[in-house]
């Protein structure tokens, strides 16, 4: 209830809310077709007819900017689940083990980590297609080094500990004690990191739809709109910047809750 009185935190929970309903029923917050062109109107300003102005076709820009929340958010999703998932097992296994594989399996995270998140991305678009999914898995995989640091100094503090000492003396068989005792006490704080990652995610996803490595036209993805609006900037800025602003907006409000809920102010 305290963070309900905090002003900043009530309107990035309004932001999400209305990302949630973008994602799950745009047409609630939309009414235009996103994909209808209508050459009498175009790049025409933001007005009360089109809240976003239009683009070179004629199609409604806050119409792209609500159908395209789905796929943007959900590529970062994945990307997020992606590095939980492969981190969290590479840390997990790591920590457990110790000695030569643990030493082994970090001097790798070492060299994914040393990799910018962005040229691991693109390699793996590269390699496996463009697409939303290959973006989720690209910018998964970049950050997949960070969540096994993260998962393994947690598993080196958990697996000392009495209780996986006792399972282990009572004749627990060592992926019992991973899974139901190491894994479950040490996950919390990945978690916590996969919150704020998520708005990181976000940008990575949005930089590559940017640079075309996205759907196809004319899906609506937040970079791609940015992007599409790059050769009309000098004359309709409001192609470029408000689906820029869009992404801003998101990812403050993503960090913002993400940190209230790991105890920040």
Partial sequence: MRLLRQPGFVISLLVLLLVAVAIVAPSLLSTHDPYLSVPKDRLLPPSAEYLFGTDNLGRDLYSRVVHGTALSIVSAALAVAVGVVVGGLVGLASGFLGGPVDFAIMRVVDVLVAIPGILLALIVVATLGF????????????????????????????????????????????PAVVFRHVLPNAARPVIAVAALELGTAILGVSALTFLGFGAPPPAPEWGALSAAGRDFIAAQPWLSIIPGLVILAVVLAVNRVARAIGGER
């Fill in 131 to 174: 697409g939303p999914v290959s973006i989720g898995l690209g910018v998964g995989l970049g950050a997949a080094g960070s969540f096994a640091r993260v998962m393994r100094s947690q598993v080196l503090r958990v697996r000392n500990e009495e209780y996986v000492e006792a399972a282990r003396t009572l004749g627990a068989r060592v």
